[in-house]
Nanobody
Framework: QVQLVESGGGSVQAGGSLRLSCAAS????????TAWFRQAPGKEREFVGH????????HTADAVKGRFSITRDRNKKTAFLQMNSLKPEDTATYYC????????????WGQGTQVTVSS
């Protein structure tokens, strides 16, 4: 079984930066990709980006492209979401999610971490 734990959220002023971490434990060798999602109050969950554990290929959503980047440290079994030039509309709870090998969706979810950007 795999567990994901996010950390690194907090409050920051517009234009600032934060780095979120998603630490995995358990049978992580079965994880194909880790993604970041976010959900603001009253809004639907939004895909932010993902990274493949083998090869490190990434994809980020247009809303954050050029400002957010995703990396991973295989030895530490941790994925990171570096968020720069933050805007108030980036305020949300951020979740990391894991996709198992052969799965078509993200089945493993962390508990979320709050990011608040003030203007």
């Amino acid at each position: 079984q795999v567990q994901l734990v996010e950390s690194g959220g907090g409050s920051v002023q517009a234009g600032g930066s934060l780095r979120l971490s998603c630490a995995a434990s358990g049978r992580t060798e079965y994880i194909y990709a880790t993604a970041w999602f976010r959900q603001a109050p009253g809004k639907e969950r939004e895909f932010v980006g993902h990274i493949r554990w083998n090869g490190g290929g990434t994809h980020t959503a247009d809303a954050v492209k050029g400002r957010f980047s995703i990396t991973r440290d295989r030895n530490k079994k941790t994925a990171f979401l570096q968020m720069n030039s933050l805007k108030p509309e980036d305020t949300a709870t951020y979740y990391c999610a894991g996709q198992r090998l052969g799965a078509s969706d993200y089945e493993i979810w962390g508990q979320g971490t709050q990011v608040t950007v003030s203007s």
